[in-house]
Every structure is written in structure tokens, then in C-alpha cells.
């Protein structure tokens, strides 16, 4: 039992950043890394859930929600690439019909 909930939880929170990227709108991305003091001005879309994560992790590290994070920020990179990989044809028209998310 312990074991499929943990493959539960990693089916689950694979490519998070991809999907919190896809899902969400502009806005709602710009205020989320504002909040966590990001040093992002801009993020693409193609290969966007990696970015996304990236710009987390470039945020301000003092946060007390940080450090148990990092682990976790990394991972998700590694399913959030294999996702973004899968939507690379929709990321690719996006970012040439719309360009780069403005933080």
C-alpha cells in the first residue's frame, strides 16, 4: 500500500510546473513568482515548467519554505522536462503567437 502511494504521489506532482504553467494564465504566474520574490523578468513558454521552476528556485532563498523545497524543486524539473517535451508543439506555436510570459 505504501508503495502505490507513493507512485501515486509522483504520478501526481510529475511536471507540476508544466501543468501550473499550461493551466494558469499570464497573470497568475507573474503574481506567484512576484510573491516569492523571484529575480525573473520574463520566462518562455516553450520548455515553461522547468523555466517556471528555475525562477522559484531564483527567488529570495530566505524563505523558511525554501530550504525543505529545493529537493523538491529539482525533481519536479526532471518530470516537468519530460512534459514539456510532450507539449513542445503547442509551446513552440504559443511562444511564437504570443512570446514570452512578462514577469
Known amino acids: ?47 515553461s515548467g522547468v523555466a517556471y521552476n528555475m525562477c522559484k528556485l531564483n527567488s529570495n532563498g530566505t524563505s523558511i519554505y525554501f530550504a525543505p523545497l529545493l529537493g523538491v524543486y529539482l525533481v519536479d524539473s526532471v518530470f516537468s522536462a519530460a512534459t514539456d517535451t510532450v507539449v513542445l508543439p503547442y509551446t513552440i506555436y504559443a511562444q511564437n503567437e504570443q512570446g514570452s510570459v512578462n514577469l
Open 1 to 47: 500500500m505504501k508503495r502505490f502511494a507513493l507512485i501515486l504521489s509522483f504520478a501526481l506532482l510529475s511536471g507540476c510546473g508544466t501543468v501550473t504553467t499550461l493551466t494558469s494564465s499570464d497573470s497568475e504566474i507573474a503574481r506567484d513568482l512576484r510573491q516569492k520574490n523571484s529575480g525573473c523578468v520574463s520566462m518562455p513558454r516553450v520548455y
